[in-house]
């Protein structure tokens, strides 16, 4: 499925879930696409909820674009008054927490709650994004050298993207076919500028800070994550007004969302109505 932003850009998207439902906007992690609000779909289905998820800008056919936090947040609400809708919901998974607080702040009148799982808090860097970019662009490109995103055969490329991941986290991501996990990684590595423009904005502070929310906050953490700790977030968290956290046990990254969206969207869901 696609949009266009408002100056012409498209914006690669996927909607499912209840089409009667609360809509619940899903910010993706880096590197990723729409295609981890797919893993939803049936609890959105069953919680009544209308899921949506937007590539950022250079991944999937989202066109390339010098992207900030607010410039997503801005196309993300674009796409829900296009599709009718003036109130819903955001759900940032790692650090598409940082878009999903930009969009909240941008458009308080709109959003009606913000879902914050396994967030990072913001970045410290200050360099310019496109120095950021060159510095990171190195490992970035061996490391997808190594994945080898472009490998026709399915089978192999699923393989390889599993050994990546904790084995609580592969075991989730295992349960789909080779064909969609191979779908899911061509389409988040397939252009590298896209992920380099996202990872160089996450390493720079946030465009809007948490003071500026004034809906309800919901976070979720992973015990087992050792990428994104309630601890590590402490700093951000206490900005927010109206804010409850959950940590789950015996959870890693991926699992927090993927493993508990039921629980996700029936919050998010209630505190919309």
Known sequence: MRFHAADGRVLHAWLGGDP???????????????????????????AGVRL???????????????????????????????????????????????????????HPDRVTAVGLVATQPPGTRHEPVHELEAEMAPEFLRWRAQVDPGDPDDDALAARWLTLLPATDAALVAARTSGEIAAAVRESLRHPDGYLRDAATMARPWDHGPELVRCPVRA??????????AAGASDLLAGFADLDVTVRPGTTHLATLVAH?????TTLRELSA
């Not at 439902?21 to 289905?45: I, N, Q, S, W, Y």
């Not at 003036?86 to 999903?100: C, I, P, Q, T």
């Not at 979720?220 to 700790?229: I, K, P, V």
């Open 20 to 46: 009667d439902g609360e809509l619940v906007a899903v910010l993706h992690g880096c590197p990723d696409t729409r295609h981890v609000a797919m893993t939803g779909d049936a609890a959105a289905r069953a």
């Open 52 to 106: 949506l998820c937007v590539n950022r800008p250079g991944y999937g056919d989202s066109t390339l674009h010098a992207s900030t936090h607010a410039s997503v947040a801005d196309d993300l609400a674009g796409v829900a008054a296009e599709l009718g809708r003036e109130h819903f919901a955001v759900l940032g998974m790692s650090v598409g927490g940082g878009y999903a607080v930009a969009c909240a702040a941008r």
């Open 220 to 229: 979720w953490f992973g015990e087992l994550d050792d990428r994104s700790t």
């Open 261 to 265: 969206w039921p629980e996700v969207l």
